[in-house]
Every structure is written in structure tokens, then in C-alpha cells.
């Protein structure tokens, strides 16, 4: 939130309403991303350490497989 109070100072000297409705469009989108993208590291990193405790370090690159993939479709799909 910080970033966009920062770009909103910049961009509304420097481009002015247009700067500004630009940032309020795009700072949703931006925040669903990382939503989406703190949803699938948080659930990846916690069933790796799981597995990797189970000293199962197969189904643990699987896992890390997976969430790599889910994150390359969530990111096409925005």
C-alpha cells in the first residue's frame, strides 16, 4: 500500500489524472496477484516442509512441481 501512495505522488505531478486513475485501476488487480500468489507459496511451502520431514523428497518435488504450475496458470489467467 505504501508503493502505491508513493506512485500515486509521483505519477499525479508528473502525468496528473490520468497517472492517477491509471494506479487506482491497476492497484486491485495488483493486490489479487499477490493474494493469489502468497495463497499458493504459503500452501506449497508447508506441505514441503511436511514431506520433506517425512523424509519424502520425491512426493516434496512434486508438490513444489505443482505449485509452480498452478502459479504459471493463475498468472495467464490474470
Known sequence: ASYNIIDRAFIG???GDIGIAGIAISFPVMMGIMAF???IGT???ALTSIRL????NN???RVMGNALTLLILVSVGF
Not at 520431514?53 to 519424502?56: A, D, R, S
Open 37 to 39: 500468489a502468497n495463497l
Open 59 to 61: 512426493e516434496a518435488e
Open 43 to 45: 500452501g506449497a511451502t
Open 13 to 15: 505531478h508528473g502525468v
Open 53 to 56: 520431514g517425512e523424509n519424502n
